[in-house]
């Protein structure tokens, strides 16, 4: 592939004129709900302007964003490589399979808050508490994706490399991985936007830090202003990792352009 063809096959970080429309319309009606809010019988507090958004956004530290941020990807990144792994075992062997995917299956359907609980009753830890949940939510994912892509590969193209008699890591790192691929990276955006919403909540039970902390102390003030503020660093972090691994996907999957 040619350097033009390729750079033209990395999508664009780039907003739609249609995104940013809707935007503006957004933009515009809570502006105008925050002048008509006492009017409606709403407090004034409840729809802040866009200023005292623009204050809270100024306010915001900086550590709390590196501090989730840097929870929410190790966590992503140790559930993805155990996730992957025991799916390859599992893939090998179909008595552990039987038996380990009745409880994937039920891990998945344990709610978040009963994790946070059990987290918050086992372990003393902050840092391990939050590193728990996130891995038990999204860890289950991966390992369902990867198990899942895994039986999909085409029968003929394992009985092809079957045929050459390559080891068990072999026959993973050539086949298995490449075919699964596509899946894997569907698996991380799906998991970065289930990890921000499960982070921020178990970052409200006990962290002294993290995004999820300043939401909590901004609800105890009454500052709808501050949980807006930190709401849209939240997205824009979901929006920032979201088109990484987009990029990445771009590179490793050219092949798809």
């Not at 306010?59 to 996730?83: E, Y």
């Not at 991966?142 to 079957?162: C, I």
Request: charged letters at 15%; hydrophobic letters at 55%.
């Amino acid at each position: 592939m040619q350097p033009e063809e390729y750079r033209e096959s990395v999508p664009a970080l780039s907003f739609p004129k249609q995104t940013l429309v809707s935007l503006l319309v957004f933009a515009v009606v809570w502006e105008t709900l925050s002048y008509l809010a006492p009017y409606l019988g709403i407090p004034p507090f409840a729809i802040p302007s866009w200023f005292k958004i623009a204050q809270s956004i100024v306010k915001v530290t900086p550590i709390d964003i590196v501090v989730t941020l840097a929870r929410v990807v190790g966590a992503l990144i140790v559930s993805f490589v155990i996730g992957v792994s025991l799916a390859m075992v599992m893939y090998g062997s179909k008595a552990l399979d039987d038996y380990l995917h009745p409880m994937i299956r039920i891990l998945m359907a344990v709610p978040v808050v009963s994790w946070i609980l059990f987290a918050v009753l086992w372990f003393p830890g902050v840092e391990f508490r939050i590193g728990f949940v996130l891995f038990v939510v999204c860890g289950p994912v991966f390992l369902v994706d990867s198990l899942d892509a895994m039986r999909g590969v085409p029968r003929e193209l394992r009985h092809m490399m079957r045929s050459f008699r390559p080891t068990s890591p072999q026959y993973f790192i050539k086949l298995m991985l490449p075919a699964i691929l596509p899946s894997l990276f569907t698996s991380w955006k799906v998991n970065i936007s289930l990890a921000i919403r499960v982070v921020t909540i178990a970052e409200l039970v006990g962290a002294v830090t993290g995004i999820g902390h300043q939401l909590s102390v901004a609800q105890e003030l009454f500052s709808v202003s501050d949980v807006f503020a930190w709401t849209i660093v939240l997205v824009a972090l979901l929006f920032l990792l979201e088109a990484g691994v987009a990029r990445v996907e771009a590179r490793m999957l050219r092949w798809r352009a």
